[in-house]
């Protein structure tokens, strides 16, 4: 099967026909419309064999992830997903590993309404990048930057779970299929994400765990924040293994969750939990802003967590900052 046969049977109709795409796969540029009134919300995100995922993950969940990283991030913005573009780095043309993949992306492509406009089909180690398109009405979408003191952090769902089975699959140990699918098949809260415009004054994705998350929020707003640690939500394997070791690394520094983090001035708290019963998803206070800097991470106690070692970082240097 040639590289051009291979795109025209998987790729080129992926996801539901979009009035905006003028022009979609199969020329040099895909050609979009963007709505008067909207800005683009792009990202790009990369998923490599052996870094990302392991190379005998379902191909499946492999096309499922990568875009639902990318859909996170639109999530964390605010932006309703538009069109995707996908560049795949194949080491062979495995037709029922592509026809995999392609099930995975398409399903939940459609289940957000995005359409694949374009991409690149190339042969080296198995590496997936998909960029993701979305639209934002303009002046709304929900920065890093906006949190204010006196703002409670909300995160939704569950936390350090994916982190929990990653732990496991390393150790040769068996996870439970629920809990394996918080790794491989994450679902992005891009309805919440939407929702939240006009409510929340800042949000991120979480990829890299909770405490450097947040602290990026932190950063880029210029203030701190307090977490309570028993406030954070926990599925009860998670709640048992902190409460066994005191070990707070799962919910506050492992990867993967692809839950959203957002602060919300007092005035909107009411907001989010209608939201919480709205979308039958758990919207958890877990702190709140203040003005001084640093992330306190408060014991039920009273008494100080120092920050476990930050979420994963594809070049570590020696200065851990201090966030
Ligand atoms: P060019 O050489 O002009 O870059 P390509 O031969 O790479 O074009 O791709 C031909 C068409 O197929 C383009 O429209 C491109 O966007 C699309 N395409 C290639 N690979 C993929 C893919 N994996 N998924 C979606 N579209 C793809
Ligand atoms: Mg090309």
Redesign the pocket.
């Known amino acids: 099967m040639s590289?051009?046969d291979l795109?025209g049977r998987y790729?080129?109709a992926?996801g539901p026909e979009r009035p905006d795409v003028a022009l979609g796969?199969?020329?040099?540029c895909?050609l979009l419309e963007i709505p008067a009134g909207q800005a683009l919300a792009v990202s790009i995100d990369t998923l490599s064999a052996g870094v990302h995922f392991f190379p005998d993950c379902d191909p499946e969940h492999i096309g499922h992830k990568s875009l639902a990283v990318g859909l996170s991030d639109l999530a964390a913005m605010g932006a309703e997903p538009a069109w995707a573009?996908?560049?795949?780095t194949l080491p062979a043309a495995d037709e029922d590993w592509i026809r995999a993949f392609a099930t995975g992306f398409e399903r939940l492509a459609s289940a957000h309404g995005m359409r694949?406009v374009?991409?690149?089909?190339t042969r080296g180690p198995l590496s997936v990048a998909v960029q993701v398109h979305g639209l934002v009405p303009t002046g709304t979408a929900i920065r890093r930057s906006g949190a204010r003191p006196g703002d409670a952090v909300f995160v939704s769902g569950t936390l350090g779970d994916a982190g929990l089975a990653l732990r496991r699959m390393l150790a040769g140990e068996s996870v439970a299929p629920e809990l394996r699918r918080r790794l491989e098949c994450p679902e992005p809260r891009v309805e919440l994400g939407q929702r939240l415009r006009g409510v929340a004054s800042a949000m991120i994705d979480l990829s890299d765990g909770l405490a450097g998350d947040l602290g990026h929020i932190l950063r880029a707003s210029a203030v701190g924040a307090v977490l309570e640690l028993d406030r954070l939500p926990l599925a009860p394997q998670l709640a048992e293994l902190v409460a066994a070791t005191d070990d707070w690394s799962l919910p506050l520094a492992s990867g993967d969750d692809y839950e959203l983090c957002f602060c919300v001035p007092p005035a909107h708290i009411p907001n989010v939990e209608r939201l919480a019963e709205a979308l039958a998803l758990p919207l958890t206070r877990v702190g709140w802003i203040r003005a001084s800097a640093g992330l306190d991470l408060r014991r039920p106690d009273g008494g100080r967590l120092t920050r476990p070692a930050r979420g994963y970082d594809h070049f570590p240097v020696a200065d851990d900052r201090a966030d």
């Open positions: 590289e051009f795109i790729f080129a992926l796969v199969g020329d040099d895909a573009t996908l560049a795949l694949l374009g991409g690149d089909t």
